[in-house]
C-alpha cells in the first residue's frame, strides 16, 4: 500500500485515553434502518478479518418484547431475512434457562411474548481495536503526536459561511495556551516558515496540507 504524509495530532499521551476507553464496544448487525444496516455489516465483517487482534467475542443478542411491543416491530422485522442476516424468532418458552431471566411481568416490565436472538452480535477489545489502527496508520508512514492539543485552526476567509468554491486557506494554528502562529509556504522552494521569534524555517513540503503538518509537528515538539 502507498505511503502516506500524514501527522495526526492527539491531546492525551497515549491512544484510547478519552471516551474510547470508556466504550463497553458492543457490535450488532440488526437495525431497521437500510443504512445502519450496511455500516454495521461491513464493519462486522471487517473486525471478523481481524478477530484475534480485538478480542471479539461473538455472544449473541438477545431482544426480549412483551405483546404490544411485538406488535409495533412486527412490520420491520418482515424487511429482515433471519437466514440472511442471522437472527431468530423464540418464543418466551424457547429461552436459554440457564440465563435465569425473570419472563413474568414484574413493576413496568410486562410479560415477555417473543425474543429476537441476534447471532452476528457480540463485544470487542475498544482498546485493542485502536492499537491495530495506530500500528497500521505508522505502517503507512503517519506521524502522531501525542501531548499536542491545538486550540483552533484560522482560515483565511473570517465568515463561517462561505460557498465551497470559494479559495479558502490556513492563516494560523492557536495552540491551547492561545498562542497563534503564522505559517508561509512558499510553492517554489517547497520551504515553510513559521513564526516563532521571526521568521523560522522548518522544512520542507509538496503540498499546502503537509505544510500545516510540518509547522504543526515542529510547534508541538517545543
Known sequence: MQKQNILLIEKNEKVAQGNTSRSAALYRNLFSSKTSQILSTSSISFYESIAADIGLKDLGYFWMFSKDDWNKV?????????????????????????????KEQSG??????????????????????????????????????????IGSVNLTEKDKH???????????????????YEVKWDQSSKEVYVSWGGWTRVGKAYSASEAMSKAEAWLYNK
Open 74 to 102: 412486527d412490520n420491520g422485522l418482515k424487511k429482515l431475512d433471519p437466514e440472511k442476516d442471522q437472527f431468530e424468532i423464540l418464543a418466551e418458552d424457547e429461552m436459554p434457562k440457564n440465563l435465569l431471566i425473570n
Open 108 to 149: 413496568e416490565f410486562k410479560d415477555i411474548h417473543k425474543i429476537i436472538y441476534g447471532h452476528r452480535c457480540g463485544s470487542l477489545s475498544a482498546i485493542k481495536l485502536t492499537r491495530y489502527y495506530k500500528r497500521h496508520f505508522r505502517d503507512l508512514d503517519g506521524k502522531i503526536q501525542f501531548g499536542a492539543e
Open 162 to 180: 462561505f460557498p465551497p468554491w470559494k479559495d479558502v486557506k490556513i492563516d494560523s494554528i492557536t495552540d491551547s495556551k492561545g498562542k497563534s
